[in-house]
C-alpha cells in the first residue's frame, strides 16, 4: 500500500498564497507521475497541476503563471505553490501519485475570500 498525506490547505484572501505539499510513503517502486487535482462544490474533479518522472510539467489553463509544481525526489514528496489565489481557486484539493499504481490523497481544503 501507498499512503499520501497532504497538508498546507487553509483560508486565504483573494491575492494570497499557499503551498501544499504531498508526501507519498510505503510500497513505492516507481512514480510516474505526482499531481494535483482539486474539485469545487457541485462540480467534477479537474486536473490542476502534474509532474512526470522526466521533469516535465503540465498544469490547467485557469492557473498557469500562478501555480507551480514541484518534487523532491529523495522525498517522495510534491509541493504546489499557489500565488495570485482566486475565489475561484476554492475547492478540496487532492494529491495523486502513479507509483505506478493510481493513489488519492484525503483532500485538503483551500478556501479564497475575496
Known amino acids: 500500500q501507498v499512503q499520501l498525506v497532504e497538508s498546507g490547505g487553509g483560508l486565504v484572501q483573494a491575492g494570497g498564497s499557499l503551498r501544499l505539499s504531498c508526501a507519498a510513503s510505503?510500497?513505492?517502486?516507481?512514480?510516474?507521475?505526482m499531481g494535483w487535482y482539486r474539485q469545487a462544490p457541485g462540480k467534477q474533479r479537474e486536473l490542476v497541476a502534474t509532474?512526470?518522472?522526466?521533469?516535465?510539467?503540465n498544469y490547467a489553463d485557469s492557473v498557469k503563471g500562478r501555480f507551480t509544481i514541484s518534487r523532491d525526489s529523495a522525498k517522495n514528496t510534491v509541493y504546489l505553490q499557489m500565488n495570485n489565489l482566486k475565489p475561484e481557486d476554492t475547492a478540496v484539493y487532492y494529491c495523486?501519485?502513479?507509483?505506478?499504481?493510481?493513489?488519492w490523497g484525503q483532500g485538503t481544503q483551500v478556501t479564497v475570500s475575496s
Open positions: 495523486r501519485a502513479e507509483v505506478p499504481f493510481v493513489y
Open positions: 509532474v512526470m518522472n522526466g521533469g516535465s510539467s
Open positions: 510505503g510500497r513505492i517502486f516507481s512514480i510516474r507521475s
